[in-house]
T-cell receptor, first 113, second 114 residues
């Protein structure tokens, strides 16, 4: 069973379009995250939700809007895509506090043309 | 905010040899957790090893071990008997005891030479 899954794994789209990436975890974790990994492999935290509540909201353009319908799902919607949005987006989950590690999804490679 | 520093952007090692990747971090917390993640070309982020700060004993996982120096805020990863499959990007990460946020270093790209 996949612990953290993301769809789609690849996304190619035109500038100006709107797209969504879905994430689901079956680990029973209460916290989920979105990261952006750029071409230099830097991992940058974008958002984090704990039990559907937004708890981390880094400096990200407001074209990016996360939505958490329940604690097992965290989706990322991106409006008016720009060339600079091209990157790999990772979803991850963990349990709040304690020693639990963070588990990552397979990543979504977004290419904006 | 906590910071995690990986000062070696790239490293290489001969197959079957040993290599050490360095990581330092800055924190005012006494309880925290440290991690090494591996990202092969497949891009999947894989947990390699984890260390609890309250444990003095260094964590080991088969060929992977850490040298945790709490006072120096250093957390290096040693890979013994390097294999071709170890070639990947390695990220050091920090998590506080009560927080949700994980802080990642900028990564070290490891090449294994046959």
């Amino acid at each position: 069973d996949t612990a953290v899954s993301q769809t789609p794994k690849y996304l190619v789209t035109q500038m100006g379009n709107d797209k969504s990436i879905k994430c689901e975890q079956n680990l029973g974790h209460d916290t989920m995250y979105w990261y952006k990994q750029d071409s230099k492999k830097f991992l940058k935290i974008m958002f984090s939700y704990n039990n559907k509540e937004l708890i981390i909201n880094e400096t990200v353009p407001n074209r990016f809007s996360p939505k958490s319908p329940d604690k097992a799902h965290l989706n990322l919607h991106i409006n008016s895509l720009e060339l600079g949005d091209s990157a790999v987006y990772f979803c991850a989950s963990s349990q709040r506090g304690g020693s639990d590690t963070q588990y990552f999804g397979p990543g979504t490679r977004l290419t904006v043309l | 905010a906590q910071t995690v520093t990986q000062s070696q952007p790239e490293m290489s090692v001969q197959e079957a040899e040993t290599v050490t990747l360095s990581c330092t971090y800055d924190t005012s917390e006494s309880d925290y957790y440290l991690f090494w993640y591996k990202q092969p070309p497949s891009r999947q982020m894989i947990l390699v090893i984890r260390q609890e700060a309250y444990k003095q004993q260094n964590a080991t996982e088969n060929r992977f071990s850490v040298n945790f120096q709490k006072a120096a805020k250093s957390f290096s990863l040693k890979i013994s008997d390097s294999q071709l499959g170890d070639a990947a990007m390695y990220f050091c990460a920090y998590r506080g005891n009560t927080g949700n946020q994980f802080y990642f270093g900028t990564g070290t790209s490891l090449t294994v030479i046959p």
